[in-house]
Nanobody
């Protein structure tokens, strides 16, 4: 059974920082891509940042220069460092892993709440 467990969410003032962690039950490199998504109440779940098995990264435009996705393969953990946080960053953040092949398999964490106050 593949499990993804997020941690590190909380309440922070605008301009502050948080680091989210996603610890997996299997090797990070066994996923073709790992990513962070976020979902605010009444909104779609949107991709925030991703990292491919080869190390390539991608960010949604609104977080470029503020957020950094990284990984520690030995620790089986993916991180999202969030700096210069804004109230519009408030959402539940979800870790996601996907494996491509003849069939596609996806895995989601339970989510961690990030709240940014003014």
């Amino acid at each position: 059974q593949v499990q993804l467990v997020e941690s590190g969410g909380g309440l922070v003032q605008a301009g502050g920082s948080l680091r989210l962690s996603c610890t997996t039950s299997r090797n990070i490199i066994s996923f073709n891509r790992m990513a962070w998504y976020r979902q605010a109440p009444g909104k779609q779940r949107d991709l925030v940042a991703s990292i491919a098995s080869g190390g390539g990264v991608n960010y949604v435009e609104s977080v470029k220069g503020r957020f950094t996705i990284s990984r520690d393969n030995a620790e089986r953990t993916v991180y999202l460092q969030m700096n210069s946080l804004k109230p519009e960053d408030t959402a539940v953040y979800y870790c996601h892993g996907i494996t491509f092949g003849f069939s596609i398999q996806e895995y989601w964490g339970q989510g961690t709440q990030v709240t940014v106050s003014s």
